[in-house]
T-cell receptor, first 112, second 112 residues
Framework: ETGVTQTPRHLVMGMTNKKSLKCEQHLGHNAMYWYKQSAKKPLELMFVYSLEERVENNSVPSRFSPECPNSSHLFLHLHTLQPEDSALYLC???????????FGSGTQLSVL | SQQGEEDPQALSIQEGENATMNCSYKTSINNLQWYRQNSGRGLVHLILIRSNEREKHSGRLRVTLDTSKKSSSLLITASRAADTASYFCATFPDTGRRALTFGSGTRLQVQP
């Protein structure tokens, strides 16, 4: 266990559905991240939150909407996704001044 | 653009042999990190080497960094079947975006 918990572990959704991915960390970290991992591609940084403020939005389509209500929780709201959005979505956290990331187990998303 | 690129993409060895994976990157870095990922799971941090370090050890892991060649290597000695996983290098820049950029990874298979 890394101290970062993601739910659900697996998600299948249609293109018209709305769903949310949840991430929770119990490490006292103050930065949280969303990464996307597609087959045979490097991990892509999607969003970074530091002290609950979004500091990075890496040209992600608006059908992905992040939310960070506090330093322990991070959500990724999904709506009208496309089949190419099928991937493993990974949440990570890090402490202040610590460049090392702690990852959750990911949510394997399939868009039909 | 992709920062780190691992070589080889896939590696298959026998238990007890050493495994060497290489990583090349393009821009100036503050540090370089190696992570491990078991199939369908999150990444786990293995080791961090700073730009002013040339070599670092952690158990059976040995990492080298050559900033003049913008390259790093990860050596796993006396490999075990449990070392079977994907290994990723990730770079933390010394300026600009303060977030890790990952390579495509090396898939290591250790045959018992």
């Amino acid at each position: 266990e890394t101290g970062v918990t993601q739910t659900p572990r697996h998600l299948v959704m249609g293109m018209t559905n709305k769903k949310s991915l949840k991430c929770e960390q119990h490490l006292g970290h103050n930065a949280m991240y969303w990464y996307k991992q597609s087959a045979k591609k490097p991990l892509e940084l999607m969003f970074v939150y530091s002290l609950e403020e979004r500091v990075e939005n890496n040209s992600v389509p608006s059908r992905f909407s992040p939310e960070c209500p506090n330093s322990s929780h991070l959500f990724l709201h999904l709506h009208t996704l496309q089949p190419e959005d099928s991937a493993l979505y990974l949440c990570a956290s890090s402490g202040w001044g610590d460049e090392k990331l702690f990852f959750g187990s990911g949510t394997q998303l399939s868009v039909l | 653009s992709q920062q780190g690129e691992e070589d080889p993409q896939a590696l298959s060895i026998q238990e007890g042999e050493n495994a060497t994976m290489n990583c090349s990157y393009k821009t100036s870095i503050n540090n370089l990190q190696w992570y491990r990922q078991n199939s369908g799971r999150g990444l786990v941090h293995l080791i961090l080497i700073r730009s002013n370090e040339r070599e670092k050890h952690s158990g059976r892991l040995r990492v080298t960094l050559d900033t003049s060649k913008k390259s790093s290597s990860l050596l796993i000695t006396a490999s075990r079947a449990a070392d079977t996983a994907s290994y990723f290098c990730a770079t933390f820049p010394d300026t600009g975006r303060r977030a890790l950029t990952f390579g495509s990874g090396t898939r290591l298979q250790v045959q018992p």
